[in-house]
Every structure is written in C-alpha cells, then in structure tokens.
Nanobody
Framework: VQLVESGGGLVQPGGSLRLSCAASRSIFSINAMGWYRQATGKQRELVARIAPSGFTLYADSVKGRFTISRDNTKSTVYLQMNNLKPEDTAVYYC????????????WGQGTQVTVSS
C-alpha cells in the first residue's frame, strides 16, 4: 500500500477536519501530491494539489477554506478543511502525480467526509 489516508469523519456545517495521507518515501519525494473527492452520484473532482516545491492549486469551490500542505520529513500530505459545507460531503482520495498538472498515477483507498447537522 503506497498511499494511506486518515482523518475523515462526521462534522457539523462550519466545522473543521484535517485529512492526512502517508506515502512511501520513494513516491513522496519526487511527485506532486493532492486530493480529489467524489460525492454520491457525481464525478470525481480535483480539490487541491501541491508540488514538491510547495506550489499549490485549488478548486474554486474550496479556495479560502481548504489548505493543502506537505511535511517532507514525514512523507505526508495534509488537507486542512475549514468552514465545511454540506456540499463538501464526499469520499476524499489522496493522489500522487508526476506534476500538479498531469493526471494522477496513484490513488489512495479514500476516506469519507460527511458534513451534516
């Protein structure tokens, strides 16, 4: 197993969660990392990506609320999600890709995030 997510759960609207994704060092050190999500009945969509340099990309729907970061010493990428909305409810997948602009090459198993009162 090369990408392992954790941190999902149930949260009320306006609340916060932090997702983590631990990767094997050989993958993490040279690849862009990121998060996608898929809500029930919808297509999988990009949430955020981060390059080894720290350059980031975000979906418009999460800008200003979500922050992606990476800890190179732990080979872990994080997604801090604040001011969560019901429409953020989805399965969140960690990914790795050659660059922040190329298609994902590896996917994690996914972690459920549910935003509901």
């Amino acid at each position: 197993v090369q990408l392992v997510e954790s941190g999902g759960g149930l949260v009320q609207p306006g609340g916060s969660l932090r997702l983590s994704c631990a990767a094997s060092r050989s993958i993490f050190s040279i690849n862009a990392m990121g998060w996608y999500r898929q809500a029930t009945g919808k297509q999988r969509e990009l949430v955020a990506r981060i390059a080894p340099s720290g350059f980031t990309l975000y979906a418009d729907s999460v800008k200003g609320r979500f922050t992606i970061s990476r800890d190179n010493t732990k080979s872990t990428v994080y997604l801090q999600m604040n001011n969560l909305k019901p429409e953020d409810t989805a399965v969140y997948y960690c990914i790795s890709a050659t660059t922040v602009y190329t298609d994902p090459r590896l996917w994690g198993q996914g972690t459920q995030v549910t935003v509901s009162s």
